[in-house]
């Protein structure tokens, strides 16, 4: 008798909206209504090259922004929105 093949332990990061759905603890039909909005807030798009997926890395950093958990300087945000608005306005 041959032994098992060891299973993958790759855990999937891109989320379908179901699964984003599902750790929002929303409805699919909700979070599409409302996905707009969320990305007013900074909630992450998601990414058309990677069939319509969003990172759940992503996801869970913005939950923890929206409850207080992780600063908006954590990963250099702010810095880079700042880089981002010098830029901008710095054009002729």
Do not use: C, H, Y
Request: net charge positive; aromatic share 6%; hydrophobic share 40%.
């Amino acid at each position: 008798m041959s032994a098992p093949k060891p299973r993958s332990a790759v855990s999937n990061r891109g989320w379908t909206n179901a699964q984003v759905a599902q750790r929002l603890g929303v409805s699919i039909s909700w979070l599409q209504e409302n996905r707009a909005n969320l990305e007013k807030e900074g909630f992450p798009k998601a990414d058309q090259l990677l069939a319509g997926r969003t990172d759940s890395k992503a996801v869970e950093l913005w939950l923890d922004r929206r409850s207080g958990i992780a600063a908006n300087d954590d990963i250099g945000f702010d810095i880079a929105l700042q880089r981002v608005r010098q830029r901008v306005e710095n054009r002729p």
